[in-house]
């Protein structure tokens, strides 16, 4: 959608390069042809600041940044291990403002950006299970309310996405039950797509939102109502 819309893409991800270049190559059919793929685990620092050298090297400046990287695993309380604890929270949350840096520090150098974090209505509502992913989800709230205040000086604008009952293989995986019962609670009675989250990170992350900052979008269907 972003490359549709003229922008250059940086993409990235942690599994393989081959993998990676596939997308990047759908991506520049769809308008963006000096897009590129850069292979880097945003749970180590050292792979992110690698990749946003990259990006200076390549582009001399970055204009937005969609903090979207996550993993979402569950477990009831009292049976949660520490190393699943460690995995959530390394990507969900450290991984997040590994990002943040990195890209506040190069959109400084061109007078501003937008940076949009995908967050979760579970980090508002909560569900049972999801205790560890529940907690980093409420935990971009606060990293997106408090870096937009401290960017604004630096003409960064820094604000959310919440998803909620998104349409997505995780979700087409779920039993018939349980999924029916999740769709029942939504208001405008539809499951969500992806082009409902991203036309909501699109609107964000362009000046049709230049004076927001500091603000976490539901994108849920009113699943909060």
Do not use: W
């Not at 990676?20 to 769809?30: G, P, Q």
């Not at 582009?59 to 049976?79: K, Q, S, Y």
Request: with cysteine; proline share 2%.
């Amino acid at each position: 959608m972003f490359a549709e819309q003229g922008a250059t893409v940086v993409l990235t991800g942690r599994g393989s390069q081959q993998v990676l270049d596939e997308r990047v190559a759908e991506i520049r059919k769809s308008g963006a042809p000096d897009s590129i793929g850069v292979l880097a685990d945003v749970s180590d620092p050292q792979a992110v600041n690698g990749c946003f050298q990259t990006i200076f090297k390549t582009f001399h400046r970055l204009d937005i940044l969609v903090n979207n990287a996550g993993i979402l695993e569950g477990g009831l309380i009292g049976m949660i291990a520490p190393e699943m604890i460690h995995r959530v929270l390394s990507v969900n949350v450290e991984g997040m403002i590994h990002n943040l840096q990195a890209a506040a520090r190069l959109m400084k150098r061109s007078g501003g950006g937008v940076i949009v974090n995908l967050g979760s209505i579970i980090g508002t509502v909560g569900t049972s299970g999801q205790v560890v992913y529940g907690a980093s989800k409420a935990a971009v709230a606060g990293i997106t309310r408090s870096a937009a205040k401290e960017l604004a000086a630096e003409g960064i604008r820094v604000n959310a996405v919440a998803p909620g009952f998104i349409d997505t293989e995780m979700v087409q995986q779920l039993p018939t039950k349980e999924f029916e019962e999740r769709l029942a609670n939504i208001a405008l009675g539809r499951i969500g797509t992806a082009d409902d989250v991203a036309q909501a990170v699109l609107f964000l992350a362009c000046d049709l939102s230049k004076y927001v900052t500091g603000q976490v979008v539901g994108v849920d269907g009113g699943m909060l109502i």
